[in-house]
């Protein structure tokens, strides 16, 4: 049984560019999270999609937009990068929306 | 204020020892969830236990246990008989509705 899914595991990105980053659940989930984990710190809540809408959002500007597919997978689209963008990306999926969350192993991208 | 707090940036334990790491919470929510996790140096988090703010019981995992002291907002873990592979980063996180609150994190160093 296949655990979350990342893609792709680094990236790096020149200021001003977009990326898309690519999350794939856990078999049987629903819910798909992300987080942006900066270095040295936690991580920070950006969104939550459940069938196909997003559900909840954290303190994140609209450059940081996303996407729920009907097969559950989802992406995270950074418009405009910034130096401050760069961070590792976390994918977590879970059961339903408040159920235990399942992480991928992050997505290091790195804006230069 | 919803928030998490470890105030033990890092720490060296002798293997084999008991190890304690320390959080406590902020919220005004009645019913939330307490998460830790250990991320290795790979990047992905690892759920080791969980504890909801209406379990009677302190949780436990194999040589992972969560203290929960409701009335002191304070859910610490305990890591009985530590192996080098308990080398880590220590996230303590909260739930509330759907997101994860996360705290800045400890580093565990176990010394052979």
């Known amino acids: ?112 | 204020a919803q928030k998490i707090t470890q105030t033990q940036p890092g720490m060296f334990v002798q293997e084999k020892e008991a190890v304690t790491l320390d959080c406590t919470y902020d919220t005004s929510d009645p019913s939330y969830g307490l998460f830790w996790y250990k991320q290795p140096s790979s990047g992905e988090m690892i759920f080791l236990i969980y504890q909801g703010s209406y379990d009677q019981q302190n949780a436990t995992e194999g040589r992972y246990s969560l203290n929960f002291q409701k009335a002191r907002k304070s859910a610490n873990l305990v890591i009985s008989a530590s192996q080098l592979g308990d080398s880590a980063m220590y996230f303590c996180a909260m739930r509330v509705t759907y997101q994860l609150i996360w705290g800045a994190g400890t580093k565990l160093i176990i010394k052979p």
Not at chain 1, 48 to 69: A, K, L, V
Not at chain 1, 70 to 88: F, T
């Open chain 1, 1 to 112: 049984d296949a655990g979350v899914t990342q893609s792709p595991t680094h990236l790096i990105k020149t200021r001003g560019q977009q990326v898309t980053l690519r999350c794939s659940p856990k078999s049987g989930h629903d819910t798909v999270s992300w987080y942006q984990q900066a270095l040295g710190q936690g991580p920070q809540f950006i969104f939550q999609y459940y069938e196909e809408e997003e559900r909840q959002r954290g303190n994140f500007p609209d450059r940081f937009s996303g996407h729920q597919f009907p097969n559950y997978s989802s992406e995270l689209n950074v418009n405009a990068l910034l130096l401050g963008d760069s961070a590792l990306y976390l994918c977590a999926s879970s059961a339903s929306p408040g159920a235990e969350a399942f992480f991928g192993q992050g997505t290091r991208l790195t804006v230069v």
